[in-house]
């Protein structure tokens, strides 16, 4: 079964500071991959996701991702964070099972940003 | 635009009780809809999915169940409540079966003592 792994539960940063956020999954045949955003008291939405061409996929609010298959990698940067960015944040892979398809959701990293 | 409800927000009930979230999405139609429970740490856990009426898979089995009674409304429930139950509940929904996005809804904390 696929599965997604988080390699930071909690991840503390100064404003300004470059910002990269671990993501893996188990999966060898072509991928479908998501950052998704729970900023606090928001419902949560999508950050980014890749399907298919550039590996340098870019977001909303000056977030990218780089899915690097032979590493099974999608890791999400931010080259200066800012306070606001303060949220916890999901990676996700699409995966097939049954005829349809869904998302598995790895554990989450919670994001803070000190002024 | 497309919109997704859900109440109660938050809730509380007694161990044994029975359950019913309820979640409707308007501005469009044949959703996939889906329930996850989020857990401190554990991230979000699917725990229903349904691609139409009458339509709902299971991914974890547990106390729970879930219907769908018309196209835009999902329903979670349980006869009697467990204290593991507890937690932060979110349903989604994706355009048919692609689930290449889905939006959220705010969630319904529940809180089973």
């Known amino acids: 079964a696929q599965s997604v792994s988080q390699h930071n539960h909690h991840v503390i940063l100064s404003e300004a500071a470059s910002l990269e956020l671990g993501c893996n999954y188990s999966?060898?045949?072509?991928?479908?991959l998501f950052w998704y955003v729970q900023y606090p008291g928001q419902h949560l939405q999508l950050l980014l996701k890749y399907f298919s061409g550039d590996p340098l996929v870019k977001g909303i609010k000056g977030f990218e991702a780089e899915f690097i298959k032979s590493k099974f990698s999608f890791n999400l940067r931010k080259p200066s964070v800012q306070w606001s960015d303060t949220a916890e944040y999901f990676c996700?892979?699409?995966?097939?099972?049954?005829?349809?398809?869904?998302?598995?959701f790895g554990a989450g990293t919670r994001l803070a940003v000190h002024p | 635009s497309q919109t997704i409800h859900q109440w109660p927000a938050t809730l509380v009930q007694p161990v044994g009780s029975p359950l019913s979230l309820e979640c409707t999405v308007e501005?469009?139609?044949?959703?996939?809809l889906y329930w996850y429970r989020q857990a401190a740490g554990r991230g979000l856990q699917l725990l229903f999915y349904?691609?139409?009426?009458?339509?709902i898979s299971s991914e974890v089995p547990q106390n729970l169940s879930a219907s769908r009674p018309q196209d835009r409304q999902f329903i979670l429930s349980s006869k009697k409540l467990l204290l593991s139950d507890s937690g932060f509940y979110l349903c989604?929904?994706?355009?048919?079966?692609?689930?290449?996005?889905?939006?959220f809804g705010p969630g319904t904390r529940l809180t089973v003592l």
């Open positions: 989604a929904w994706s355009k048919e079966r692609r689930a290449d996005t889905q939006y």
């Open positions: 999966y060898g045949g072509t991928v479908n």
């Open positions: 501005g469009t139609s044949n959703p996939n």
């Open positions: 996700a892979v699409r995966s097939r099972s049954g005829g349809y398809n869904k998302l598995i």
């Open positions: 349904s691609v139409g009426i009458g339509q």
